[in-house]
């Protein structure tokens, strides 16, 4: 069965410092690794997924098979960055079945 | 992308009655899932819902508890049965079009 880690429950950074929340996961086969983002008070909406290699708001994500993490990153915090990220899994043929980290929030403080 | 609109957003129940919360999509999606977040914890997927066919569920989950329909594309609701304190918990509905998108949750107390 598959796993995802995300070690740090808060994370609170100042604005303009770099930012990085920790995904590390545990799967047998080649999964599809995503960032979902919850602002205050919105809805669970993605972030980016890792087959699309896009920088969305200035986060990126790479996928390190040999580490089986997903790190999230962004160069320059800013207080609108501030939500509960989550890092979730979809195995191969899972048919869009998402496997969730328990989430981290992070803080951006002026 | 497409959007999920989900009621109800809250509730507050008495142990042993039952809650259905519905998920209706502004477009046809071809999957549509069901979640469940329990206070401090990840969300856990409860079970598919199948289009005219019943819900598949994952491990420790049980039609009786948590019967689900979706009788058409755009269309799902989830039942809580006969609840405990212990259902207390956000339920989530997710459709999948190119990726998975969520409704706003239903935050639900059973007292």
């Known amino acids: 069965a598959q796993r995802v880690t995300q070690p740090e429950k808060l994370l609170s950074v100042f604005k303009g410092a770099p930012v990085e929340l920790k995904c590390n996961y545990s799967?047998?086969?080649?999964?599809?690794l995503f960032w979902y983002v919850q602002y205050s008070r919105q809805r669970l909406q993605l972030l980016l997924r890792?087959?699309s290699r896009e920088s969305i708001k200035g986060f990126t994500a790479d996928l390190n098979k040999g580490e089986t993490s997903f790190h999230l990153k962004k160069p320059f915090a800013q207080e609108e960055d501030s939500a509960m990220y989550y890092c979730?899994?979809?195995?191969?043929?899972?048919?869009?079945?998402?496997?969730f980290g328990t989430g981290t929030q992070l803080k951006v403080e002026l | 992308s497409a959007v999920i609109s989900q009621k109800p957003s809250r509730d507050i129940c008495q142990r042993g009655t039952s809650l259905t919360i519905q998920c209706q999509v502004d477009?046809?999606?071809?999957?549509m899932f069901w979640y469940r977040q329990q206070p401090g914890q990840s969300l856990t997927l409860i079970a598919t819902?199948?289009?005219?066919?019943?819900?598949?569920?994952e491990s420790g989950f049980v039609i009786d508890k948590f019967p689900i329909s979706r009788p058409n594309l755009t269309f799902s609701t989830l039942t809580v049965s006969n609840m405990s304190p212990e259902d207390s918990s956000i339920y989530l509905c997710?459709?999948?079009?190119?990726?998975?998108?969520f409704g706003q949750g239903t935050r639900l107390t059973v007292v």
């Open positions: 979730a899994l979809s195995a191969t043929g899972g048919g869009n079945k998402l496997t």
């Open positions: 799967y047998s086969g080649s999964p599809e």
């Open positions: 890792h087959i």
């Open positions: 477009s046809q999606v071809t999957m």
């Open positions: 819902a199948n289009q005219g066919s019943e819900a598949t569920y």
């Open positions: 997710s459709g999948v079009s190119t990726e998975a998108f």
